[in-house]
């Protein structure tokens, strides 16, 4: 079974571009979530998304976005990139949903955004 | 809000049992996790323990949970040295789809 696959690996851009993540989930997996993990933050909820609604959102600025597709891939969008938003960016699917029971989160391996 | 706390680091000798804990506040939280992440990889699912659960055992792994103290613990049976990582802790308490993070502790284990 694939794990949860999130491209690109790497990307480097420049303030005030704007950057688009993508996150395929696990087969089956309807859940997904967004994180972002700094040295200084450590790791902090974005959002959550479900039957491609959002349902769950943390404290980030409107800059953050996201959405997700018919086929539970999801895609966050950060536009007017600040140096700090360098960082890396982490999704989790789960097979749980909004209103049913959450257990567990698979993560994976991240796109680290370099700001420059 | 939530608040999920850590030791920063642990230092074992190889064969060791390792033990990381991690306190946290939210009375709620349902469910809680071990995740483990090596340099310039994700967070790799450990194990969790329900909240109605005192212990769980995992192969080497055993997870203790003291809800009275809100302290959770990992303890790392005959650590090797592939078992460095950093450690992280999270709770969620349950109608939530979000973890909240401790800060991670970094195990290291010397031969």
């Known amino acids: 079974k694939a794990g949860v696959t999130q491209t690109p690996r790497y990307l480097i851009k420049t303030r005030g571009q704007q950057v688009t993540l993508s996150c395929s989930p696990i087969?089956?997996?309807?859940?997904v979530s967004w994180y972002q993990q700094t040295p200084g933050q450590g790791l902090q909820f974005l959002f959550e998304?479900?039957?491609?609604?959002?349902?769950n959102k943390g404290n980030f600025p409107g800059r953050f976005s996201g959405r997700q597709f018919s086929n539970s891939r999801s895609e966050m969008n950060v536009s007017t990139l600040e140096l700090g938003d360098s960082a890396l960016y982490l999704c989790?699917?789960?097979?749980?949903?909004?209103?049913?029971?959450?257990?567990?989160?698979?993560f994976g391996q991240g796109t680290r955004l370099t700001v420059v | 809000g939530e608040d999920v706390e850590q030791s920063l680091f642990l230092s074992v000798r190889e064969g060791d049992s390792s033990v990381i804990n991690c306190t946290y506040t939210?009375?709620?939280?349902?469910?809680l996790y071990w995740y483990k992440q090596e340099p310039g990889a994700g967070l790799q699912l450990l194990t969790y323990?329900?909240?109605?659960?005192d212990m769980k055992q995992d192969q080497r792994l055993t997870v203790l949970l003291n809800k009275k103290d809100k302290h959770l613990s990992l303890r790392i049976a005959d650590t090797q040295t592939g078992d460095s990582a950093i450690y992280f802790c999270?709770?969620?308490?349950?109608?939530?789809?979000?973890?909240?993070f401790g800060s991670g502790t970094q195990l290291t284990v010397l031969p």
């Open positions: 989790a699917t789960s097979p749980s949903g909004h209103g049913a029971r959450f257990t567990e989160a698979f």
């Open positions: 087969s089956g997996h309807r859940s």
């Open positions: 998304y479900f039957s491609e609604t959002q349902r």
């Open positions: 939210d009375s709620s939280s349902t469910y």
């Open positions: 323990i329900f909240s109605n659960m």
């Open positions: 999270a709770e969620s308490s349950g109608s939530a789809r979000q973890l909240t």
